[in-house]
């Protein structure tokens, strides 16, 4: 077995783009949150104007992260389909309602499972 990849140094995180640094999420939940935006963005085909925080990756790569923990069958369909409607929302599933109990635990679980590989990648700090 081989050794597991370590994470780059988040001060070494370089936009290849504008050659300027770029800022990693604080967290998957954070990262989930800009990625469905910016899908939502080109899906409508509207530009961002004005200054922008420059992140280490595009969203297909966070997408490419979650498609990754699915073929491994780390996450089920049922936790994708968590992640778009919720993400869609723009606001996390709140466990203090009951109605949004189950989505929140599948939320988490899901979230939990991407960290990591958004960690090695340097995406998240």
């Known amino acids: 077995m081989s050794a ?8 070494s995180a370089v936009s290849s783009r504008s050659g300027v ?3 990693p999420f604080r967290s998957a939940e954070h990262a989930w949150f800009w990625t469905m935006g910016a899908l939502a963005a080109r899906r409508e085909g509207s530009g961002h104007d004005g200054p922008r925080t420059v992140r280490p ?8 992260c979650l498609d990754q923990l699915y073929r491994r069958r780390r996450i089920d369909l049922v936790h994708a389909r968590i992640l778009r409607i919720w993400g869609e929302r ?6 203090a309602y009951p109605l949004e109990r189950s989505d929140w635990r599948l939320w988490r679980e899901a979230l939990d499972r991407l960290e990591w590989p958004l960690r090695v990648k340097g995406i998240v700090a």
């Open 4 to 11: 597991p990849a370590r994470a780059l140094p988040v001060e």
């Open 90 to 95: 723009g606001t996390a599933p709140n466990p």
């Open 57 to 64: 990756c595009d969203p297909d790569d966070v997408v490419k």
């Open 21 to 23: 640094r770029a800022e």
